[in-house]
């Protein structure tokens, strides 16, 4: 209504542009300020979908909150929201204060959790937005969403080097960095080779480079089997300088997890072990950053 009066005064391409110049810093300040709540800022992101990055993403932050970290998970993947199913939320509904905040839903006392499936009527439902909308529901989700303090603010990027892992990284303009999620064999290699790339463009430090699905333990024998080769993750983090985290094993049990909605991480699964390794060298590499604010 304010830019409807401005254009009726007379005067209105100079107060219609300072109008929306102003609404456009008190934005970039509430999106600061509420940022600023957040000590640790962590965004996973894969060249290929498929990988497992969605359960990679949703295990880090549920085993931080396990070990006593206040931790946000952001699903900014607009079209294939994984994160209500890998934690048994579907059906939950966002609510807000009437005063354009949002509440995330509370998976436990230490995590908190905002996804474009907390807003759909059906889970069936396609997102059809272009660019344009996608930035302003990420926006609003960083900057309306009342996250409050946290530790750590995981952030699950759909695959590829598009609009969302592109407006996270211009709004996050300090995070710690990227956590770049690839399966062995080559044909994942390839794209993710072009995730470290976009980061480096956007001189978004990458963290390291996790290697999921990374050799199949047949239970009834004992027989290592590595189905989608072995080793790919490590050599290609070495060829581009940079950190390689660990590995994931294939078990079923990831799988079985996944769809029931419970975190493996929290499990008895072979993963365990290597899972936390990779989440310790995280912390570490996080915590000697001393946290980036914005």
Known sequence: MEEILMFTNGNNGENAVKTKQEKEQEAAQQLKENLDLITHKIVVLSGKGGVGKSTVAANLAATLASQGARVGLLDVDIHGPSIPTLLHLEGKRLTGDGDEK????????????????????????????????KFSAIRQFLKDVVWGELDYLIIDSPPGTGDEPLSVCQMIENADGAVIVTTPQDLALADVRKSISFCRSLKMPVIGVVENMSGFTCPHCGETVNIFSKGGGETMAAEMDVRFLGSIPIDTRISDNGDSGTPFSLGESGAVAPFRNIVDTIKTITDKNGGNKQ
């Open 102 to 133: 949002l509440f995330p839903i509370e998976y436990n006392e230490n995590l908190k959790v905002i996804s474009i499936g907390f807003l759909l009527q059906n889970a069936d439902d396609a997102v059809i937005w272009r660019g344009p909308l």
